[in-house]
């Protein structure tokens, strides 16, 4: 015998009864497209003839590329010659103190022997290795106003230690301007002399807006040590350009800095004569110090890393290519359906 | 001596929390079942914190990156420390350029360890940008676009109840569509909570010609293109109203007046408008009535009555008022009843009923429950349609329907005064029997009753609102399917459950 349902045994929730009246103002979200979020979309599909096509299309545009930035390095003709150990005397034992005897002369003559043309303009460069002028004392050993403003030539309190000077202000202040380069290169091509042109070696906006006008060196290396080479006191900061070169300070401890240009052509086979003054001391931190001769390009200096890196990922994509369609000949695997893609599936299913 | 009135203090007494108190002018207030003892009390508990799986994974990510930030850090004063040591040999300095012998505690190489401790600190805020803290910024604002993405989206608003989507915090977004399960038992079945009345049988005559979800279902997996016809048919003819989906000429429009037990039909109705305990609420503006009942099987009787001749308007602490169709005068015609008692419902006694007093002073007993309890309380002497009427029930029973059975009696003064009396006895006893009492004094009146009919309402449309196959939640419940109103696996499986139970 069957029983029946059991009565009114729902619980809780009060249900309404009647008709509902029409309502004026429904809360049904208004539609558009950007709402519901249908708005057409592209969605690419990896299919092997298009990543195959598009490696073939990156090794084709990166491998010209890169033999022609390579080639263009390649061109430059540079000479670097390493000096600081060559011209120290054969009977020193001692280099820290030969470089710190002011007495003993630090003349040096060195030859170089150009390899092939040389185009004007040839840049004549010192390198220094070993030289860390990213430490954080000395990038921060400078005052930028002094620099700018001759009636800033008192703050130097961010210059410590080299800010003042028997009581009295330096100008220009800080361990990066007292540290100068001061070794100097003359340059001698069959018993003439081969001018060295220092002028617009440093950024024009440096000139214009880093360094003053009307800011003149004072009272500068008159403390106890000397660090580098010593200023024209009657020229101002902003032609000193020995000075802007080295206050742009390196981001790396080996670096180098442009030291003047040569206008005149050099011919392979030529033999160039440096005169030079060894003054700046490398030996306590055992950097080294050399002097470069180099031509340019478009590109620059002679640096391969462009060349190399444009096209080694020319040769990767190639390779991929080579391997992909291997693999797509020999094994193939059948592309799945693309209606079961979420975006081709029925809207009832939705 | 005149004797002071007592009143009970039953649960009809009780607001519970969030209870609403509704047509009183003033109360006797009593406070019980307070304190911490209380299962409200011991069921609150601290809210868990909500962290959604990307909020977690973004914290692992930043461990990580300050992880690295102190390794690179510590290596790096390592480093620098050593080098700082050197500077100085013997008194005399090897990075001249620095000035190591001139300098301040950050660079002192007779005190390299200090230095390299200060700058470690150093490291930390140089390299501090190594956190990318504004990536919670940037994730908050992405999950507020995202919320209104939701807000907005069409396929979440309900047709129904007028209600869009409403992310209320942006925090659990990419938490949705975590249900894969959902279990439940017989008593919590899958419903939309709404009732709606389809089918009745009076005076042993069967009335209704709506087809259910489970006979639409049944004949579909026959092939009987038929009744599939009729049903689509019969659908889109009628207006919608909610709660009944009941259509019959023999009845519908006054048209009960000419059937042959027209007395039997009126008291029926009758029946469905007073004995419940539905209040009516009156719209101003357009003078329509709906009504708040404590459950939807209440309501759809209500509204089936109103739709039939029989409109409940209004209810006080001690009356009915109803606008009833006359036979006789073909009018509708004002009643009041006098509410004497309500005998409530509850799981063990499976029916409940109401006595109430007409205008012309006759007292009636009002009645309606389960059929296994209700059957056995019939007059014997009244045998005409009895049979008729199970048969019905059955009938609708599997069909996937809810039946109750409505039956009446008429009482004397003198019956009624002497339950009376013993019914406030019981009600305003406070011993451990009380229930017992009162059910004993509910029995004397709740018998020798005349049969009417039976009611049948079908749980409004839970396959089309509730389509768990297309979500993919698994559904797992006790006993038969009937009560998820699913289609069951196979037609036998679901007959041998029928009469198993």
């Known amino acids: 015998m069957s029983s029946g349902q059991e009565a009114g045994s729902s619980s809780g929730g009060s249900g309404d009864g009647g008709a509902a009246a029409p309502r004026r103002n429904t809360r049904k979200p208004k539609y558009s497209k950007f709402t519901q979020q249908e708005l057409p979309a592209c969605k690419p599909i990896l299919t092997p003839k298009w990543v195959i096509s598009v490696f073939v299309l990156v090794g084709v545009i990166f491998v010209p590329i890169g033999l022609v930035s390579l080639k263009a390095s390649r061109k430059v003709v540079e000479i670097v010659d390493r000096y600081d150990d060559a011209c120290v005397p054969a009977n020193t034992t001692d280099k820290l103190a030969y470089i710190q005897n002011p007495t003993i002369s630090k003349n040096c003559r060195r030859t170089l022997k150009v390899p092939k043309d040389m185009d004007a303009p040839i840049f004549v460069y010192y390198q220094l290795d070993n030289f860390y002028q990213n430490h954080r004392r000395y990038v921060k050993s400078r005052s930028d106003a002094q620099l700018r403003d001759p009636k800033k030539a008192n703050d130097t309190s961010t210059c410590d230690p080299e800010g003042t000077a028997n009581g009295m202000a330096i100008v220009p202040c800080g361990l990066i301007a007292w540290s100068i380069f001061n070794d100097t290169y003359g340059f001698v091509r069959n018993s003439k002399n081969l001018p060295v042109d220092k002028k617009n070696i440093s950024w024009k906006s440096d000139r214009e807006h880093k360094f003053g006008r009307d800011v003149f060196p004072k009272n500068f290396q008159n403390g106890s040590l000397i660090g580098g080479k010593t200023l024209d006191p009657n020229k101002s900061l902003s032609k000193q350009e020995d000075l802007i070169v080295w206050m742009r300070t390196a981001a790396l401890p080996t670096f180098r800095k442009l030291y003047g240009r040569i206008h005149t052509d050099l011919k392979k086979g030529d033999t160039i004569t440096v005169t030079l003054e060894n003054n700046y001391n490398t030996y306590s931190f055992s950097g080294k110090k050399k002097l470069v001769l180099s031509t340019s390009t478009w590109l620059g200096g002679k640096n391969d890393f462009l060349g190399l890196a444009y096209l080694s990922v020319g040769g990767l994509c190639f390779f991929l290519a080579f391997a992909f369609t291997l693999l797509y000949l020999i094994k193939p695997r059948k592309m799945g359906d693309n209606n079961y893609l979420s975006w081709n599936r029925n809207p009832a299913g939705r | ?501």
Not at chain 2, 51 to 80: H, N, P, Q, T, W
Not at chain 2, 233 to 259: C, H, L, P, Y
Not at chain 2, 322 to 345: I, M, N, T
Not at chain 2, 424 to 449: F, G, P, Q, W
């Open chain 2, 1 to 501: 001596i005149e004797i002071e009135e007592q009143y009970p203090l039953s649960p009809q007494q009780i607001l519970l929390r969030d209870s609403k108190l509704r047509n009183t002018e003033y109360v006797y207030g009593v406070v019980i079942f307070t304190g911490h003892d209380t299962k409200v009390m011991q069921n609150a508990m601290k809210a868990p914190s909500k962290r959604s799986k990307i909020e977690r994974k973004m914290d692992r990510i930043i461990y990580l990156l300050l992880s690295a930030l102190v390794l690179i850090s510590v290596i790096g004063s390592v480093f620098f420390g050593i080098t700082t040591r050197d500077d100085l040999q013997d008194g005399r300095p090897k990075r001249w350029y620095l000035r190591p012998d001139d300098s301040t505690i950050y660079f002192k190489p007779t005190k390299a360890a200090i230095s390299a401790i200060l700058h470690f600190f150093t490291a930390m805020m140089l390299y501090g940008n190594f956190i990318p803290i504004s990536l919670y910024i940037s994730i908050e604002i992405v999950k507020l676009l995202q919320a209104l993405f939701i807000n907005q989206d069409i396929h979440m608003y309900h047709e129904e109840t007028d209600t869009p989507a409403h992310a209320r915090t942006s925090n659990l977004n990419e938490e949705l569509g975590q249900v894969d399960t959902i279990l439940t038992d017989k008593t919590g079945t899958l419903t939309c909570n709404s009732m709606e009345f389809i089918k009745c049988s009076i005076a042993g005559t069967a009335y209704g010609r709506g087809i259910t979800e489970v006979e639409r279902a049944m004949a579909k997996r026959k092939g009987s293109p038929l009744i599939a016809d009729m049903a689509s048919n019969t659908q889109g003819s009628q207006a919608a109203i909610k709660g009944f989906n009941f259509t019959d000429e023999r009845v519908m429009n006054g048209n009960w007046v000419s059937q042959p037990h027209s007395g039997v039909i009126q008291m029926f109705l009758r029946l469905l408008a007073v004995c419940h305990t539905c209040i009516p609420e009156v719209d101003e503006e357009s003078g329509t009535i709906s009504y708040e009942a404590e459950s939807p099987d209440e309501a759809a009787f209500v509204v089936a009555a109103r739709e039939l001749g029989f409109t409940f308007y209004q209810r006080t602490q001690t009356g009915v008022f109803l606008h009833e169709l006359d036979p006789s005068s073909g009018k509708q015609v004002d009643r009041s009843y006098k509410l004497l008692h309500v005998l409530e419902f509850n799981s063990a006694r499976k029916r409940m009923s109401v006595i109430v007093r007409n205008e012309e002073g006759k007292i009636f007993l009002f009645s309606k429950g389960a059929d296994s309890v209700m059957f056995e309380r019939l007059s014997s002497s009244d045998c005409a349609y009895r049979e008729v009427t199970q048969d019905h029930i059955n009938e609708y029973a599997d069909a996937g329907l809810r039946t109750l059975v409505l039956a009446y009696r008429q009482l004397d003064e003198a019956e009624y005064a002497n339950f009376d009396r013993k019914f406030t006895a019981a009600k305003n006893s406070v011993s451990a029997d009380r229930d017992e009492m009162i059910e004993e004094a509910a029995d004397l009146l709740e018998r020798k009753l005349i049969l009417l009919g039976a009611t049948a309402v079908e749980f409004g449309h839970a396959l089309r609102q509730f389509s768990v196959r297309s979500t993919g939640v698994g559904v797992s419940a006790r006993r038969d399917a009937r009560d998820l109103h699913l289609p069951p696996p196979s037609q036998s499986h679901s007959h041998s459950q029928t009469t198993s139970t």
